[in-house]
């Protein structure tokens, strides 16, 4: 698996950066008989530019929750988020998709490629979201492959590739747009432990260049990639810890 990142492309985590996210009481709730379900309970989080912040927790924790709410894919919550300096809560639908599709990234366990396109076109997908003219479409589409050493796999199918290939589409597809933050759901639950070590490996090569990550996962392996790792249950964040090495 080739991840080609120049050394000059790197540069340090700088704690005191304004946070790229941040949340200040978020509870996420619903209705649960006679009473109330809290999945998210009183979330503060800052996660500053350059961070690679790992969440764990026991299933049911709120981490999934937690991450798609801030990929703004859920705007049923209460309290203070801003994404990149902006107050999401004073957006409407609309706005907060524009803000998404110029900030975020996602890469899900289930890869989530579209079955009918080929690697390259669903490179472009997220582009089309964003109005991306065709010949810089094609530009971008055709760096990121070149990039994630995908190039000679460009007008293969999803179902013509391995697992970790399929991830692989998935990953260079959700930074095809240059996002400043890449959202990780179980990036490697679908994955035999090479393969998910390839990709965890890929993971920190991309930090190391500047994308901020969040990623959720319940491998104290993959967690440890990170620089943080926070501990999610039943809703509450109960605390963190900063790996060695």
């Known amino acids: 698996m080739e991840?080609?990142?120049?050394?000059?492309?790197?540069?340090?985590?700088?704690?005191?950066?304004?946070?790229?996210?941040?949340?200040?009481?978020?509870?996420?709730?619903?209705?649960?008989g006679a009473g109330r379900f809290f999945v998210l309970r009183r979330v503060d989080l800052d996660v500053r530019p350059g961070e690679f912040v790992s969440v764990?927790?026991?299933?049911?924790?709120?981490?999934?929750?937690?991450?798609?709410?801030?990929g703004l894919q859920n705007g049923d919550w209460t309290g203070e988020y801003r994404l990149a300096g902006t107050d999401v809560g004073s957006l409407d639908a609309k706005a907060r998709a524009k803000l998404r599709n110029r900030n975020v990234g996602f890469v899900f366990q289930s890869y989530?490629?579209?079955?009918?396109?080929?690697?390259?076109?669903?490179?472009?997908?997220?582009?089309?979201?964003?109005?991306?003219?065709?010949?810089?479409?094609?530009?971008?589409?055709?760096?990121?492959?070149?990039?994630?050493?995908?190039?000679?796999?460009a007008k293969l199918y999803p179902r013509q590739l391995s697992g970790g290939q399929q991830q692989l589409v998935g990953i260079a597809?959700?930074?095809?747009?240059?996002?400043?933050?890449?959202?990780?759901?179980?990036?490697t639950g679908n994955l035999h432990s090479d393969q998910a070590r390839e990709i965890m490996r890929l993971?920190?090569?991309?930090?190391?260049?500047?994308?901020?990550?969040?990623?959720?996962?319940?491998?104290?392996?993959?967690?440890?990639?990170?620089?943080?790792?926070?501990?999610?249950?039943?809703?509450w964040i109960e605390g963190e810890e900063h790996p060695v090495g």
Not at 121 to 150: C, I, M, Q
Not at 174 to 179: D, I, K, S, T
């Open 3 to 32: 991840t080609p990142l120049a050394a000059s492309e790197a540069r340090p985590w700088k704690s005191t950066e304004e946070p790229l996210v941040r949340l200040r009481g978020i509870e996420k709730s619903f209705d649960h």
């Open 56 to 70: 764990m927790g026991p299933s049911g924790a709120g981490k999934s929750t937690l991450l798609h709410l801030i």
């Open 112 to 153: 989530q490629l579209l079955d009918e396109l080929s690697v390259a076109e669903n490179l472009e997908v997220p582009l089309s979201y964003r109005d991306v003219k065709k010949p810089e479409r094609e530009a971008l589409v055709a760096e990121a492959l070149d990039r994630f050493g995908l190039a000679a796999r």
């Open 173 to 187: 597809r959700a930074l095809v747009a240059r996002p400043r933050l890449l959202l990780a759901d179980e990036p």
């Open 203 to 235: 993971f920190q090569e991309l930090n190391t260049a500047g994308t901020t990550i969040i990623q959720v996962t319940h491998s104290q392996e993959n967690a440890r990639y990170g620089r943080r790792i926070l501990r999610l249950k039943d809703g």
